[in-house]
């Protein structure tokens, strides 16, 4: 089971990651659509996901909706794959270098730098 506890953050992607741009949805839906700027679309900077919502009159549940697509794209899902890949990779490659056979210590005796054991 996992719990909060014992979860570790590995990535977070957030609106600042991402531009928004608003406009006018147009189409059906009447004077309302036409006049406020509801439709919304976001696009990931690193990966160049594009998502877009246009069919709720609240700008504010449009842009929920267009980050959620926006993370369903193909192009989101592979760079992110791509992000946990190369995390995972550094993690190992520290790990690594950090064992005791790998690393020297030193220290000083009689004025010189020695192998300490």
Same mark, same amino acid.
């Given at each position: 089971? %996992?719990?909060? =506890?014992?979860? $570790?953050?590995? @990535?977070?992607?957030?609106? &600042?990651?991402?531009? %928004?741009?608003? !406009?006018?949805?147009?189409? *059906?839906?009447?004077q309302?659509? #036409?006049?406020?700027?509801?439709? %919304?679309?976001?696009k /990931?900077?690193?990966?160049?996901?594009?998502?877009? =919502?246009?069919? /709720?009159? =609240?700008?504010?549940?449009?842009?929920?909706?267009? !980050?959620i697509?926006?993370?369903?794209?193909? &192009? !989101?899902?592979?760079? @992110?794959?791509?992000? @946990? +890949?190369?995390?995972?990779?550094?993690?190992? &490659?520290?790990?690594?270098?950090l064992? *005791?056979? #790998?690393? @020297? %210590?030193? +220290? $000083?005796?009689?004025?010189e730098?020695? *192998?300490?054991?």
């Amino acid at each position: 089971m %996992v719990t909060e =506890s014992n979860r $570790k953050l590995v @990535l977070s992607v957030t609106l &600042k990651d991402c531009d %928004v741009q608003t !406009f006018r949805s147009g189409g *059906p839906g009447g004077q309302h659509q #036409n006049k406020t700027e509801s439709g %919304v679309r976001i696009k /990931h900077r690193d990966s160049g996901a594009v998502g877009e =919502s246009r069919e /709720h009159k =609240s700008q504010r549940q449009n842009k929920r909706a267009a !980050f959620i697509r926006m993370t369903e794209t193909k &192009k !989101f899902q592979t760079w @992110l794959k791509i992000q @946990l +890949g190369h995390e995972t990779m550094v993690e190992y &490659k520290v790990s690594e270098d950090l064992r *005791p056979r #790998n690393l @020297l %210590v030193e +220290g $000083k005796q009689g004025g010189e730098w020695v *192998p300490i054991k």
